[in-house]
T-cell receptor, first 108, second 114 residues
Framework: EDQVTQSPEALRLQEGESSSLNCSYT??????LFWYRQDPGKGPEFLFT???AGEEKEKERLKATLTKKESFLHITAPKPEDSATYLC?????????FGTGTSLTVIP | DSGVTQTPKHLITATGQRVTLRCSPR?????VYWYQQSLDQGLQFLIQ???????AKGNILERFSAQQFPDLHSELNLSSLELGDSALYFC?????????????FGPGTRLTVL
C-alpha cells in the first residue's frame, strides 16, 4: 500500500537551533517527492521538488534531500517566521499522497 | 497570493444537501486538482483535470463529482452531504499535467455540514 509518513508530528525549536524533519514513503513507481509549507488557515505553499535519490535542493534556511526510501528537510538556524506545518507529498504514477505533516514551532 | 481563487470561502449547509465549490486556476495553468483536508486524515487527493479532461482520480466518493470548463475554471460538486464531509477543500493548479508536483494552492473553502 502506498503511504507517506512524517516524523515527528510536532517539533519545538529555539531560534537558531537546527534540526531535521523526516518523510518516509512506500510508493510504487515514484514520480517525485515534494515539500510544502502550510500556515494555519491557508493553502499549502510549494517549497521543493526532488526526483531522484541523491538529489538536494536549497532555499534560504531550508535544504531538502532524497534517498530511495525517505526525504529529509533540514532547517538551519531557524527563525520564528519558519513556524508552520511542513507537508511532504509523493507522486506515484497519477496519484498524489500527502503526509500528515510536521508542525514546527520556533521560539524566539 | 498564489493566483488561484476559490469561492465561497465558507459554506454552512445541512446533511443531505448539495453544494458546488468553484476554483479559478492561475492564468495559463491547464491542470486543476481538488483536495480534501480534515483534521484526522490530512490532505487527501480527490481528482485532477487537465485541459478539460479527467487526468487522475484519488479517493473521491461517488457522491462527489467535478468538471473543468473550457475557460479552465473547475467546480467540485458534493451531494447527499454527511457530517463527515465537513472539511477544508483546496483547489490547486499547475502549468502541466506531467511531473506537476509544483502545485499552487488556493485559500480553500471551509465546508461545515450540520
Amino acid at each position: 500500500e502506498d503511504q507517506v509518513t512524517q516524523s515527528p508530528e510536532a517539533l519545538r525549536l529555539q531560534e537558531g537551533e537546527s534540526s531535521s524533519l523526516n518523510c518516509s514513503y512506500t510508493v510504487s513507481g515514484l514520480r517525485g517527492l515534494f515539500w510544502y509549507r502550510q500556515d494555519p488557515g491557508k493553502g499549502p505553499e510549494f517549497l521543493f521538488t526532488l526526483y531522484s535519490a541523491g538529489e538536494e535542493k536549497e532555499k534560504e534556511r531550508l535544504k531538502a534531500t532524497l534517498t530511495k526510501k525517505e526525504s529529509f528537510l533540514h532547517i538551519t538556524a531557524p527563525k520564528p517566521e519558519d513556524s508552520a506545518t511542513y507537508l511532504c507529498a509523493v507522486q506515484a504514477v497519477d496519484q498524489f499522497y500527502f503526509g500528515t505533516g510536521t508542525s514546527l514551532t520556533v521560539i524566539p | 497570493d498564489s493566483g488561484v481563487t476559490q469561492t465561497p470561502k465558507h459554506l454552512i449547509t445541512a446533511t443531505g444537501q448539495r453544494v458546488t465549490l468553484r476554483c479559478s486556476p492561475r492564468s495559463g495553468d491547464l491542470s486543476v486538482y481538488w483536495y480534501q483536508q480534515s483534521l484526522d486524515q490530512g490532505l487527501q487527493f480527490l481528482i485532477q483535470y487537465y485541459n478539460g479532461e479527467e487526468r487522475a482520480k484519488g479517493n473521491i466518493l461517488e457522491r462527489f463529482s467535478a468538471q473543468q470548463f473550457p475557460d479552465l475554471h473547475s467546480e467540485l460538486n458534493l451531494s447527499s452531504l454527511e457530517l463527515g464531509d465537513s472539511a477544508l477543500y483546496f483547489c490547486a493548479s499547475s502549468p502541466t499535467g506531467l511531473r506537476s508536483g509544483e502545485q499552487f494552492f488556493g485559500p480553500g473553502t471551509r465546508l461545515t455540514v450540520l
